[in-house]
């Protein structure tokens, strides 16, 4: 608006005679004006292209913060290419140049047409470049002439001379007059076809209260009338996501915070989705066998489409774009972490389906969100290695009684890990933290048996005492006074249960608590060797109760006990009292579509062949102009001009003279 109102007080001063609406008229017909409105537009496509465009809300919070994610949003640099602003732009460029075009393009046609035949030899001799020759015959010098103009592409035009000379009006690359109405008409050509992709029609429903942006997650089925679109729409892109053996005759398209519901001429059905990977196991490419079910088809038409290989039906570009999971059915075991109990409970479930575990005001839901097949990971310690494929995992939420949720990330497989395998579970509080990982180390088996075993024996408060009688005995044998031996095992129980109660934590706190701070650092190092040993008591006592043989303990099993300990710590920052393992899964994929309708496509084409043409006449092609004046004296005047003044015109001009010198006076 600045810039509008300069350059209208700008002609306003130029031209005070002017009534208002040819002021208006001389300013949206200027070149300023509309190079004005090209540079606010490409500082705007410079926005759209280093902002991504069409983010969920939620990510521009987090990435700008909420101050700037406000004034971002009021300005529409979120979908920059489909704001108010950006299209008003647009439609007064085209305003402008087409006024442009038809003020200034009957000039330049005549100019293109026009020989200049009505120059004199008073402003021929002002010419710079000039030179005279003396010749024998006119009538011969002028043939010559015109052979030297017809074998350089010249056209020329002849005209007599009140006085008895012939002027001869020659050029050459007059169509390069032509760029400049081709490059003015592509712009044109192509902001009309990106004001017909720009979805105009709901902008102005929507701005007239006759459409309305969905912002509420509920079923397709319950969106209102308000926020569909018809199959009439003249342009859309929209996004489908369809599992296999599903079908769907609607697609969605985001819009700022919310989404409209765009209705198709026909159905889609995904018969089968695949994918190709490298050895690596990252995706290769992908395709879609899709079936197009319409009423105008007798049979539904059959087709499969890949990346850059699109389908196009009744105007409608389906392309393949991503793939996600589609209801994969999983099998789940559910491991208590804080109880008696060692042995999982199944749990059945699928992706995109919730259960609940636990009653009453404990009972908490599982949201399952995602199934990942194939994870590339490179878990080397310097980072330096390989990646590879570490096994499929699950993504899901633990959501309580009051609405907060968790999010937690669970491999199937046992990751390595320094040497060493264990079952890796992240977990984050909020979409913006970084997921905090919970290590639990695998047994001999590479399962979750053996540390569920041992911590079900640690965390039993019936099994403290003979835990701490079976500890007491191996590190005081029978001869130690039975009241040391009493008050000892005493104090490993207290361990044992604040160990129980809080972990590594609670023991830091019991120390604090009871030890003087000179003694605290000696006092937690006795309470460690106390708490390892019980461990490994415990340890037998559980695989005793299991039923299994107990082995005299070597490294292994010494690094197994201490990094469970590190992770039944852990546990009571791991925000969901079970932990969840994959068992089994039944793989469902779903195809991800995107779904374009751009008229305005061929005229974006269209005007950018007319650009390159034009821009290509423009530069390339050189307007020369030659006048040749042959007198009755037997002079001959040669001027020459080009639009462009510069070195190839001076060398073109000392090229044409030499030659002309050798052709008129040669015997």
């Not at 005679?17 to 017909?29: A, I, M, T, V």
């Not at 929507?206 to 009338?225: F, R, S």
């Not at 491999?411 to 970084?434: H, I, K, N, S």
């Not at 109760?545 to 490294?555: Q, T, Y």
Request: positive net charge; glycine residues 6%.
């Amino acid at each position: 608006m600045f810039v509008l109102n300069e350059l209208f007080q700008i002609d306003y001063a130029l031209k005070p005679q002017f009534s208002n609406s040819r002021r208006l008229y001389e300013l949206l017909s200027s070149m300023r004006f509309a190079v004005s409105l090209l540079t606010v537009l490409g500082i705007a496509s410079i926005i759209g292209t280093v902002l991504k465009q069409n983010e969920p809300y939620p990510n521009y919070v987090i990435k700008f913060g909420q101050f700037w994610f406000d004034l971002f949003e009021k300005l529409g640099l979120y979908d920059v290419y489909h704001s108010v602003w950006f299209l008003v732009i647009l439609v007064f460029l085209v305003l402008s140049t087409s006024l442009c075009i038809y003020r200034n393009s009957p000039l330049m046609l005549r100019e293109l047409r026009a020989y200049r035949e009505g120059a004199t030899e008073k402003s021929l001799r002002a010419f710079s470049h000039r030179a005279s020759y003396t010749v024998a015959a006119t009538a011969e010098a002028r043939a010559r002439i015109v052979q030297f103009l017809g074998q350089r592409s010249f056209r020329f035009k002849t005209v007599e001379q009140a006085d008895g000379s012939e002027l001869i009006a020659a050029k050459a690359g007059s169509y390069q007059r032509l760029g400049y109405i081709l490059t003015h008409t592509a712009i044109v050509v192509i902001c009309v076809g990106g004001l017909i992709d720009g979805n105009v029609p709901f902008k102005v429903q929507e701005l007239l209260g006759y459409k309305k942006v969905e912002t509420l997650d509920i079923p397709e089925n319950e969106v209102p009338a308000i926020s569909r679109l018809s199959v009439r729409n003249l342009s859309f892109r929209a996004n489908m996501t369809l599992p296999e053996g599903a079908s769907s005759n609607v697609s969605f398209m985001r819009i700022r915070d919310g989404y409209l519901v765009q209705e198709l001429p026909f159905r889609i059905q995904l018969k089968q989705f695949r994918i190709e990977h490298y050895a690596t196991g990252q995706p290769k490419s992908f395709e879609s066998d899709l079936l197009i079910i319409d009423p105008d088809l007798k049979e539904p038409l059959a087709h499969t489409i890949s990346v850059n290989h699109p389908l196009i039906y009744k105007g409608i570009a389906i392309y393949q774009s991503d793939f996600q999971d589609g209801g994969t059915k999983l099998n789940l075991n559910a491991y208590g972490l804080f109880g008696a109990k060692d042995q999982p409970i199944k749990v059945q479930s699928n992706i995109f389906k919730n259960v609940t575990l636990g009653e009453g005001d404990q009972a908490l839901k599982v949201e399952f969100n995602d199934f990942r097949l194939f994870n590339i990971l490179n878990l080397s310690p310097d980072g330096k290695g390989k990646p590879h494929n570490v096994g499929p995992n699950i993504t899901y939420k633990v959501r309580d009684a009051q609405g907060q949720a968790r999010e937690y990330v669970s491999y199937m497989q046992p990751l390595q890990l320094d040497g060493r395998r264990y079952f890796v579970t992240g977990m984050r509080a909020t979409p913006q933290d970084e997921l905090k990982y919970l290590r639990i180390p695998a047994d001999e088996d590479y399962s979750l048996q053996g540390f569920m075993r041992l911590r079900a024996t640690m965390f039993d408060p019936s099994l403290h005492e003979e835990i701490a009688r079976r500890f007491t005995q191996d590190a005081m044998g029978d001869k130690a006074d039975p009241d040391m031996r009493k008050k000892f095992q005493a104090s490993v129980v207290q361990l044992l249960q604040g160990f129980d109660a809080g972990g590594y934590t609670r023991i830091a706190k019991m120390i604090e608590d009871a030890v003087p701070e000179p003694q605290r650092e000696k006092a937690a190092q006795t309470y460690l060797k106390i708490i390892s040993g019980a461990t490994l008591e415990a340890y037998k006592l559980g695989l005793e109760r299991a039923g299994l043989k107990v082995s005299e303990p070597d490294s292994n099993t010494q690094v197994f006990l201490q990094e469970s300990l590190n992770a039944m710590s852990d546990l009571f920052f791991y925000g969901a009292p079970f932990y969840l393992q994959l068992d089994e899964f039944q793989q469902r994929q779903a195809s991800g579509l995107q779904l374009t309708r751009s008229p305005g496509k061929n005229l974006v084409y269209g005007g950018s062949v007319l650009l390159v043409l034009g821009i290509f006449a423009m530069i390339y092609i050189r307007e020369r102009r030659i006048w040749m004046l042959i007198k009755p004296t037997n002079e001959v005047l040669f001027t020459m001009s080009a639009n462009r003044k510069n070195r190839d015109l001076d060398m073109e001009f000392e090229q044409y003279r030499e030659q002309l010198r050798r052709l008129l006076q040669s015997e």
